[in-house]
């Protein structure tokens, strides 16, 4: 009995002082990559063999899984999207313009013009566009070629198409997050503040997207990262304190990725809980996810992109203050428990 009291007030001195061990975290980044400005664009191919990568000087890379410029080009407009066809033999490469079609290796196959707008997406085979045309039109191509389009009531700051070309998720600044099909409205949701992001899953059953400006640096509370299911039902929003400017979700919506001005990218659960962030040295203004959430793709305007590992991540900050206090409490019980055997071994020494 002398020597469990004593190891209790031995773990309970440890624990207090921070000898016991706590869970530390490693360091996520798998590789970073410099390139020459601010990273509006990042993608990654399931695997993380391949990332493509898009600059604010209106260059684009193509990197290896050890963040080497495997090959590079500069179309001459700003590339908005990048697309890996899904046997990994091709390359799309999107501009306010036109298409641009590569083999993986970077020898240039093909070219055709689209009309001319603010183009953010392209389905793997390259079949169809979604983007957005005089601003307030979203729009999908196939082909090159016009085939529906939808006006909402503010200037389009992204959308997200789906694989097969038919469902569009718009995020405007009228403040509406929108999904639209074939032409056709769904749903629509007001959240009062500009939406600035969206992704949706490629069975459209879930929306995610964020508010924010980046026309102010000032943080502001009312900027909000949201997830809906297909039918538009409000799963949970969170205050984000500062303009979301990217989002990604995985196929099953088990892990959700923003990033955002506060320089952080932050991995959510399906439930809204605050899993993992990272921060870089600039804001960060893009991410994507791989489709198993262990890999996170990140560029910012410190000019780096990252590719980290989900697990590796730090915890949330609320999670670490539950852990602290956790820690905390730990030496206060070792030290009651101890206290209360020393109290019944006298009362029954009486």
Known sequence: ???????????????????????????????????????????????????????????????????????????????????????????????GERVYIYTINGEFLNTYKSVQGGFMDITPDGTYIGGSSSNIYAMVYKDGRPAWDYKTDGKVNDISLTPDGQTLGIASSDNYVYLIRSGLLLWKQDLKAPVISVEVTPD?????????????????????????????????????????????????????????????????????EPLKQFEAEGNVWSVSITPNGKSLVVGSTDTYVYFLDVDSMQKHEGMASSLNLLYLAIPVLLIIAAAAIIYTKKVKKK
């Open 1 to 95: 009995m002398k020597k469990l009291i004593v190891i209790l007030l031995i773990l309970g001195m440890f624990s207090s002082s921070g000898i016991l061990p706590t869970e530390e975290n490693s360091n996520p980044v798998i590789w970073k990559s410099k390139i020459n400005s601010w990273v509006p664009f990042v993608t990654t191919t399931s695997d993380g063999s391949y990332t493509g990568v898009s600059s604010l000087d209106g260059s684009f890379y193509i990197l290896d899984d050890k963040g080497e410029v495997l090959w590079t080009d500069k179309p001459g407009h700003r590339v908005t999207s990048i697309s890996f066809s899904d046997d990994l033999s091709k390359v799309s490469v999107v501009t």
């Open 204 to 272: 459209s059953s879930y929306v995610v997207c964020g508010t924010g400006s980046f026309e102010s640096d000032e943080g502001s509370k009312d900027f909000k990262l949201y997830l809906f299911d297909g039918s538009g039902k409000l799963m949970w929003s969170k205050n984000m304190g500062h303009t979301v400017s990217s989002v990604s979700i995985t196929p099953d919506a088990s892990y959700i990725a923003a990033g955002a001005w506060d320089k952080k990218a932050h991995i959510f659960s399906k439930s809204g």
